[in-house]
């Protein structure tokens, strides 16, 4: 009996009409991470894992939304391709960044694995570059820091130049969700002045600059030697082009 009323529960509370990707699309509009519980039959197994999931979800707080997609409904065929589904075991759990990147893939899980797959803004934000082979431009300031205008010309100026594949995200070094990632790139949240942490795509730090930073600084130290490993896939196209010159 119990069984049959959880899986009541469970199709209560899953919409049923193949709409995993719209999930995914309202959950990155609001900026929550998504966390996609995914099975192709409700039994004995699913349902203990099940209890397993509620209950890490519930230690994402706000953070997360999440939903539990039938992967055995044609409808959900994009879900389906779109994660390469079909040769995995099931259930499987997968955690989605609003960014769209994949921070946690399990067959199984704990209640602690899910809830450590919910990255920072900016920790989010490095695996994406990485994953897209650009580097990355952490710009660290807020209202309380001097000089953020002058921070920020030298980085536009190096990222609107065609030769760079780069991105550029703004961090709060009072958010107390970045302090671990921000310290351990050597970043010092109390300083007074704005910060630049200038990433290759495996997250090597190129370099970290207070203040007022000129865009011939960045390419300068770009092309240092200690700055040219970019992973195991060789260097990024970035570095590429400039050695053209």
């Not at 209950?55 to 999440?66: C, D, E, I």
């Not at 390469?84 to 921070?103: C, D, H, K, Q, Y």
């Not at 990222?159 to 958010?175: L, Y």
Request: aromatic share 8%.
């Amino acid at each position: 009996m119990k069984f049959w009323m959880s899986l009541l529960a469970i199709m209560c509370a899953t919409r049923l009409f193949g709409d995993g990707l719209q999930l995914i699309k309202e959950a990155a509009k609001e900026e929550k991470y998504l966390i996609m519980f995914l099975y192709d039959v409700y039994d004995e197994k699913t349902a203990q894992q099940l209890k397993v999931f509620d209950n890490g979800v519930k230690k994402t707080g706000t953070a997360a939304q999440s939903a539990k997609i039938d992967i055995s409904n044609l409808a959900e065929r994009g879900v389906v391709q779109r994660f390469s589904l079909n040769t995995l075991p099931m259930p499987f759990v997968v955690v989605l960044a609003p960014n769209g990147i994949i921070t946690g893939a399990f067959a199984t899980f704990t209640e602690e694995k899910l809830a450590a797959a919910i990255f920072s803004h900016a920790k989010a934000a490095c695996l994406k570059a990485s994953q897209e082979r650009k580097l990355l431009l952490l710009c660290i300031q807020n209202k309380e820091t001097f000089l953020n205008k002058e921070s920020l010309l030298g980085i536009t100026e190096f990222k609107e130049d065609p030769r760079f594949s780069a991105e550029i995200v703004m961090v709060d070094p009072a958010d107390v969700k970045e302090k671990d990632f921000l310290e351990k790139l050597g970043v010092n949240i109390h300083a007074k002045e704005a910060q630049i942490a200038f990433l290759t795509p495996i997250n090597k730090i190129i370099g970290l600059y207070s203040g007022a930073i000129k865009k011939d600084q960045l390419v300068h130290d770009l092309q240092k030697p200690s700055s040219c490993y970019c992973g195991p896939e060789g260097r990024c196209q970035s570095c590429l082009n400039l050695e053209k010159e």
